[in-house]
Every structure is written in structure tokens, then in C-alpha cells.
């Protein structure tokens, strides 16, 4: 089946400085991948619909300078939260469609789990 | 109200029980999945449906669209299914976003 992978799988950063989370297709073509968000036993939250070659589109209350998502070629979609704060401090999920598997299907990978400090 | 609404929130259940996990949504839809998130925190994807009955293993997931309803059904449950189940649809009107329901946490003892 397809596989999304995301690097690295956790970081603990310090209070002012950004991260960069990457997510990657290993085995198709992603036209669109998805970040989420998501709290402690809560759901998740879609920040913002990216496609290969064009701007991200950012869910209503995302903001667009705090999360940056960079989607530069069909196997890779990077998010860079800047100057982090402790609030930022979450799980992030991507997914991810494409040239792959049933329309429709969505491929998520295995999260990146940020802690700021 | 949520879009999309799942019962129970929180099951329990004793090893090879079978368990039922329902998910009801207001929407129209083009496509219903149902995701798999163990502690961890990775999320798989169990099944996508539009219509009729997929089975995978010990699981099945059915879907009624006239009613707007899917359930996801654990056979002879194990402790490793202890995971949240999330049912997340893909409104007919939008072929991109999911929208998700909230999950829900079951644990099997042995």
C-alpha cells in the first residue's frame, strides 16, 4: 500500500525557535497532502490543504505566517512552525492523495509530535 | 451539533467480544473512512466506503447512505484492537477535506 512517512517523529525545541517537519509519499505521487493538528484525546484539526507547485490553503484561524507549508515537489510537503511558543506544542499529522490506490483514498502518516519549551 | 457524530465515545470490552461502533453524519457524502489510531499516535486507515460492506480480516465496515449511518465491527475483539476509532466522511460538495468525528477510545482486556 502507499506510505506516507514524516521526520522527525518528535522534537522538543526552545521557546522562539522554528521547526521544520517534513512529509514525504514513498511511493506515489501526492498532488495533495494535508496538515493536522491534533490536542490530547481530542481530533483532529485540518491547518491547511496543500498542492504540488501552488500556495497552501490555510483552514480559518491557521495562521499563515506561524505555519509555514512548502509543497515543492509530488513526494514532499514541508511544515515549519516559526518563532514556536509553548501553545504550539501538539501533535502534527499529514496525509496525503495522489496517484495512488482508490480516488479518494487518503494515506496519513505517523504524526511528528512537537513539544516547545 | 457535529457533522459527523460516533457512539459510543468510550468502550470496554473483554477479549473475543464482538464490538460495534457506530457513526452517523449529516452530510453528503462522496466516500466514509474509518481510521485506526493506536497510542502511538499513527493513524491507519481501515477502510474507505461509498456503499454496501468491506471486509478485512476480523473487521467489517457497512454503510447505509440512504440513512446516513456506517458501523465498524470487531470480530473475536483482541487487546492490541485497544486503539480510538475515528470516522472521518468526505462531503459530496468538497472532494479534498474530511471531515472527522471524534473517535472513539476502545480498550479489550484479556
Known amino acids: 500500500g502507499a506510505v506516507v512517512s514524516q521526520h522527525p517523529s518528535w522534537v522538543i525545541c526552545k521557546s522562539g525557535t522554528s521547526v521544520k517537519i517534513e512529509c514525504r509519499s514513498l511511493?506515489?505521487?501526492?498532488?495533495?497532502m494535508f496538515w493536522y493538528r491534533q490536542f490530547p484525546k481530542q481530533s483532529l484539526m485540518l491547518m491547511a490543504t496543500s498542492n504540488e507547485g501552488s500556495k497552501a490553503t490555510y483552514e480559518q484561524g491557521v495562521e499563515k505566517d506561524k505555519f509555514l507549508i512548502n509543497h515543492a515537489s509530488l513526494t514532499l510537503s514541508t511544515l515549519t512552525v516559526t518563532s514556536a511558543h509553548p501553545e504550539d506544542s501538539s501533535f502534527y499529522i499529514c496525509s496525503a492523495t495522489g496517484l495512488a490506490g482508490q480516488p479518494y483514498e487518503q494515506y496519513f502518516g505517523p504524526g511528528t509530535r512537537l513539544t516547545v519549551t | 451539533k457535529n457533522e459527523v457524530e460516533q457512539s459510543p465515545q468510550n468502550l470496554t470490552a473483554q477479549e473475543g467480544e464482538f464490538i460495534t461502533i457506530n457513526c452517523s453524519y449529516s452530510?453528503?457524502?462522496?466516500?466514509l473512512h474509518w481510521l485506526q489510531q493506536h497510542p502511538g499516535g499513527g493513524i491507519v486507515s481501515l477502510f474507505m466506503?461509498?456503499?454496501g460492506k468491506k471486509k478485512h480480516g476480523r473487521l467489517i465496515a457497512t454503510i447505509n447512505i440512504q440513512e446516513k449511518h456506517s458501523s465498524l465491527h470487531i470480530t473475536a475483539s483482541h487487546p492490541r484492537d485497544s486503539a480510538v476509532y475515528i470516522c472521518?466522511?468526505?462531503?459530496?460538495?468538497?472532494?479534498?477535506?474530511?471531515?472527522f468525528g471524534t473517535g472513539t477510545r476502545l480498550q479489550v482486556f484479556p
Open positions: 452530510v453528503g457524502i462522496s466516500a
Open positions: 511511493d506515489f505521487q501526492a498532488t495533495t
Open positions: 472521518a466522511v468526505r462531503p459530496r460538495a468538497n472532494t479534498d477535506k474530511l471531515i
Open positions: 466506503l461509498s456503499s
